[in-house]
């Protein structure tokens, strides 16, 4: 599975982005897609996850940021809002195939937020 993301920008605080990531292959709704995100000097972290409808998100952009997805397009989406100088960082869309366990990483994108 080949992942394109898209999206990222520049916005002023308590500005609104939508990421969006394109999956290629076979996919399955019960596989999972999310977003991880790695802020500058640090580790990558986990932002929001979907599978089979059910989301997961990390605890400092909850009720910020909303995660879905479009099993016709293999589209999942990051809408975020109300967003903060610390959700900078690159965003990388990922995927885990809960069948074959392989993962997939997008090319990540960059979100600035400043003013």
């Known amino acids: 599975v080949q992942l394109q993301a898209s999206g990222g920008g520049l916005v002023q605080p308590g500005g609104s982005l939508r990421l969006s990531c394109a999956a290629s292959g076979s996919i399955s709704s019960i596989d999972v897609m999310g977003w991880y995100r790695q802020p500058p000097g640090k580790q990558r972290e986990l932002v929001a996850i979907?599978?089979?409808?059910?989301?997961n998100y990390e605890d400092s952009v909850k009720g910020r940021f909303t995660i879905s997805g479009d099993n016709a397009k293999n589209t999942v989406y990051l809408q975020m809002n109300s967003l903060k100088p610390e959700d900078t960082a690159v965003y990388y869309c990922?995927?885990?195939?809960?069948?074959?366990?392989?993962?997939?990483w997008g090319q990540g994108t960059q979100v600035t937020v400043s003013s």
């Open positions: 990922y995927y885990r195939s809960l069948t074959t366990r392989a993962i997939s």
């Open positions: 979907v599978s089979s409808g059910r989301t």
